[in-house]
């Protein structure tokens, strides 16, 4: 299995452009989520999947988007990129949506809005 | 969620053990302490996880006292490759988010 993947590692970004940030989990997993990670800071929830075709905010969803068509995949968009969207952005996978159970993390995107 | 409490950094030689603090005053009576690992330019992972008492496996041990208010991380031996941030965190099956904090960045030298 290849677990969590993301594509791309790195991106590049001109204020106001938009991209979609990729997410695949091979394991079957129905809880799919998005965090970002500024500088010396934790992880912060932005959105969150309990199965394909349900999603929810976490707590800093503004200027994201997701949907989730597919048990697989997960897709972050970005709406119109801005300097404070700079961050690591990992996507994670569980078996279910409870807290407790394993979080599966992906290796990341660094995304630089310039 | 339970509000946890780490030191932000440690230090350590390579060889010895290391024991990681986390206080958890108002942990509730379905919450689990969890520990991740995170290494540089990596996402985090799960290492151990527990209620109460002792749990170990071939990474580290995870001490939790009865009353249920702190609780140690214990990485045996360490290596330079256990140099990572490590964040406690107290889990349970209401709510999606998981409040990662700034976790403990341990450094381990030669």
């Known amino acids: 299995n290849a677990g969590v993947t993301q594509t791309p590692k790195f991106q590049v970004l001109k204020t106001g452009q938009s991209m979609t940030l990729q997410c695949a989990q091979d394991m079957n997993h129905e809880y799919m989520s998005w965090y970002r990670q500024d500088p010396g800071m934790g992880l912060r929830l932005i959105h969150y999947?309990?199965?394909?075709?349900?999603?929810d905010q976490g707590e800093v969803p503004n200027g994201y988007n997701v949907s989730r068509s597919t048990t697989e995949d997960f897709p972050l968009r970005l709406l119109s990129a801005a300097p404070s969207q700079t961050s690591v952005y990992f996507c994670a996978s569980s078996s279910s949506s409870g807290q407790i159970d394993e979080q599966y993390f992906g290796p990341g995107t660094r995304l630089t809005v310039t | 969620l339970a509000k946890t409490t780490q030191p932000i950094s440690m230090d350590s030689y390579e060889g010895q053990e290391v024991n990681i603090t986390c206080s958890h005053n108002n942990i509730a009576t379905n919450d689990y302490i969890t520990w991740y690992q995170q290494f540089p330019s990596q996402g985090p992972r799960f290492i151990i996880q527990g209620y109460k008492t002792k749990v170990t496996n071939e990474v580290a041990s995870l001490f939790i006292p009865a009353d249920r208010k702190s609780s140690t991380l214990s990485l045996p031996r360490v290596s330079l490759s256990d140099t990572a941030v490590y964040y406690c965190l107290g889990l349970s099956n209401s709510g999606y988010a998981l409040n990662f904090g700034k976790g403990t960045s341990l450094l381990v030298t030669p």
């Open positions: 999947s309990v199965g394909a075709g349900i999603t």
